[in-house]
């Protein structure tokens, strides 16, 4: 059983950070991508970023570029997403999701097969709450 855990969420000022973690267990994850999307009130789902295990490609959006960052860890079981400069407009649950297929390509030249495509993602975390408010 594939499963996928978010932490690090709670509430920041306008400006500040915050980093989120994303523990993945249950399967081998060589071949697969994780992503992280979130979603405001009101608002459709947004994809932010995702990072392949293979070879630790990243792509992220380009509204989001240079504020989000993706990582993980060594031993590929923890993904984490950095955010800074937050505003009230990030406001949101954010959610990891997993690749079974190995079909998403983490990587900006592949920008034009859709890796942020919440379709390509099989599994999903329950979410963390991030609430920028002064």
């Known amino acids: 059983q594939v499963q996928l855990v978010e932490s690090g969420g709670g509430l920041v000022q306008p400006g500040g950070s915050l980093r989120l973690s994303c523990e993945v267990s249950?399967?081998?994850?060589?071949?697969?991508?994780i992503a992280w999307f979130r979603q405001a009130p009101g608002k459709e789902r947004e994809g932010i970023s995702c990072?392949?295990?293979?070879?630790?490609?990243?792509y992220t959006s380009d509204s989001l570029k240079g504020r989000f960052t993706i990582s993980r860890d060594n031993d590929k079981t923890t993904v984490y997403l950095q955010l800074i400069r937050l505003k009230y407009e990030d406001t949101a649950v954010y959610y990891c999701?997993?690749?079974?297929?190995?079909?998403?390509?983490?990587?900006?030249?592949?920008?034009?097969?859709?890796?942020?495509?919440?379709?390509?993602?099989?599994?999903w975390g329950k979410g963390t709450q991030v609430t920028v408010s002064s």
């Open positions: 999701a997993a690749d079974r297929s190995g079909g998403v390509y983490c990587n900006d030249r592949y920008h034009y097969l859709r890796p942020l495509d919440e379709l390509k993602y099989d599994w």
């Open positions: 249950g399967f081998t994850a060589e071949y697969h991508a």
């Open positions: 990072i392949s295990f293979t070879d630790g490609g990243t």
